[in-house]
């Protein structure tokens, strides 16, 4: 009888030990089995996935950011192409809040306008701190935060991506719901911008829509970020903007006050933190170039080489005749930065601008043409002779 038992227990343990090694086989077949059905599913990538791998790779790469703070006519695309120049890549934001504001600009007492007479805010976009998210929006490349009117500037002036944007007809319509409901390329061209912008090793943005007091704000909450302050001569300014038709109706001593006590105001803000803004005046670069944009450069960390020597010489004195140059100036005209003689423009004012309104500018102006060295023309044999320097110094 304890023969028998003793071997019914061997049975029993057998079994035991082939139901546990079957256990412990399923359990491990089952866990391969999902990780294979794991390794095998596809893996989706939504735009949120790509912001997040941008921002990552943005920070390790530490991206210079530069933002050129200028006025309506004063050189600023002509600067900004210069600037596109001192990286590998670069990623340019032409007037992102041109949608928002339009003819005015912010400033931290309101929305100012040609005038210089300045209201409060009517819509959440134009309040500060939706203004400067814009800034740190395109500047971490997350163009999924940035308002519908913002991406339409990248279709209406020569950004990165303005070609193929425009091409996809991408940000065309009114409102951003009728141009998701009827443009299949939406996601297409925001993805697009935030490729082309995560791959560049220098993103620049220009504006002339906040002052120097709102760029230095910015600079405190952004690293990296170089400020470059662009003013020219406020004759050559109105000289120019009344060849565009981009004067007022108000009176032309009216303008000049308003623009030259914004001039003066950022001049100043600027003079006081020379370590965080770089001032440059147009006359400068366009009468010695190579000096200037080799200081220019230092100031920001870009790289002058030799290929940007090359390219400047070619540029500046209106050498290049590349399809792309005829191409800007046939397309966008008063915004285009195509080749050209840039110390013979910068003084083209000098010929035709009357009397008269260069009387009411420089009597407007006293403070930013003294400021800025800028010979001041008593009688007209003074303003067309071009061997009498603008530039005092």
Known sequence: MMKDLRKLWKYIQCFMIVVSLYVVYALYVGMALKNLELYRKPKTYNLRNIVTVTNQTIQSKRVKKILVVAYQRSGS???????????????????????IYRTCYRRSVGICCPNNKCRSPVHPNEEIHQTLSVFRSIYSCNF???????????????????ENIKRLRCFNLKTAELEQRVSLHYDNCVQRLTRACGSSSVIIIKTLRI??????????????????HLFRDPRAIFFSRAKVGALTNDPINVQAKALCSVLYKNNMD????????????YERIAKEPHRVVRSLFKFCELNFSMTTSEWLQSFTNGSIQLPRHKLLSKKYGAFSAYSKES?????????KISLNTNKIIQDSCKEVLD??????F?????LRNFGIQVLKG
């Not at 999924?144 to 303005?162: C, G, Q, V």
């Not at 002052?211 to 470059?228: F, G, H, Q, R, T």
């Not at 400021?371 to 001041?376: A, K, Y």
């Not at 008593?378 to 003074?382: I, K, P, T």
């Open 77 to 99: 695309t002509f600067t900004s192409e210069i600037l596109q120049h001192g990286g590998n890549r670069t990623f340019f934001s032409m007037e992102p809040l041109w949608q």
């Open 144 to 162: 999924t935060a940035l308002p519908y009117d913002i991406l339409k500037s990248f279709a209406t002036f020569p950004s990165t991506e303005h």
């Open 211 to 228: 002052n120097i007091e709102l760029a230095l704000e910015l600079k405190a909450s952004l690293d990296n970020l170089y400020i470059v």
């Open 270 to 281: 600027a003079l006081h933190r020379s370590d965080k803004v770089y001032n440059l005046l």
């Open 343 to 351: 110390f013979e423009v910068s003084r083209k004012w000098r010929k």
């Open 371 to 376: 400021i800025f060295r800028l010979r001041v």
């Open 378 to 382: 008593e009688e007209e044999r003074e």
